[in-house]
């Protein structure tokens, strides 16, 4: 079955630049969409089609896919960022959706 | 405003069922595949199932497979999910999400329902 693997946790300080990726074999010939859930809240989706805002996100998050990586990447982080972020594909070779473990992302 | 309101969480013993129902409201339901995707304590999100827009096409995540049966009432526009055999590992908190096709995202999620599996 196809696995995605995110890092567990990044740490970044206000106003950087955090960049949380998702590996997958040849990942790049799929559609990555990025999810974030805050504590005690449904998710919700902040990029889809590898790079696509959906209305109301802020342009500070942003989306690449190339290879064997996908990145999410939020510019100009802010507290209210911290929240866990998720990739997600679908698998055509198992009719399977696929999430990665998810990064904790934390705004020190 | 898309919502969405699931119902029918709970306790339940191993080898219990349960149904779960997802209420919407706020978009054509009857256009949109719609998805399970469930969260055990502490844990991350796990994919079960999926379902086309007509009803004709659902597929399963391996682990539940034979065990739940996804599907949906256009005329309520409302999806369910029928859980059978029901293990501990069951036990997660379950959201019904809009799809915007059976392959592709899940632009809006509802708050869930707590299914706790034990004896």
């Known amino acids: 079955s196809y696995v995605l693997t995110q890092p567990p946790s990044v740490s970044v300080a206000p106003g950087q630049t955090a960049r949380i990726t998702c590996g997958g074999n040849n990942i790049g010939s799929k559609s990555v969409h990025w999810y974030q859930q805050k504590p005690g809240q449904a998710p919700v989706l902040v990029v889809y089609d590898d790079g696509d805002r959906p209305s109301g996100i802020p342009e500070r998050f942003s989306g690449s896919n190339s290879g064997s990586t996908a990145t999410l990447t939020i510019s100009r982080v802010e507290a209210g960022d911290e929240a866990d972020y998720y990739c997600q594909v679908w698998d055509s070779s198992s009719d399977h959706v696929v999430f990665g473990g998810g990064t904790k992302l934390t705004v020190l | 405003e898309v919502q969405l309101l699931e119902s029918g969480g709970g306790l339940v013993q191993p080898g219990g069922s349960l149904r779960l129902s997802c209420a919407a409201s706020g978009f054509t339901f009857s256009s949109y595949a719609m998805s399970w995707v469930r969260q055990a304590p502490g844990k991350g999100l796990e994919w079960v199932s999926v379902?086309?827009?007509?009803?004709?096409?659902?597929f399963y995540a391996d682990s539940v497979k034979g065990r739940f049966t996804i599907s949906r009432d256009n005329s309520k526009d409302t999806l369910y999910l029928q859980m059978n055999s029901l293990r501990v590992e069951d036990t997660a908190v379950y959201h019904c999400?809009?799809?915007?096709?059976?392959?592709?995202?899940?632009?809006?999620w509802g708050q869930g329902t707590l299914v706790t599996v034990s004896s």
């Open positions: 999400a809009k799809a915007w096709a059976v392959a592709g995202r899940l632009d809006s």
């Open positions: 379902i086309s827009n007509s009803g004709g096409t659902t």
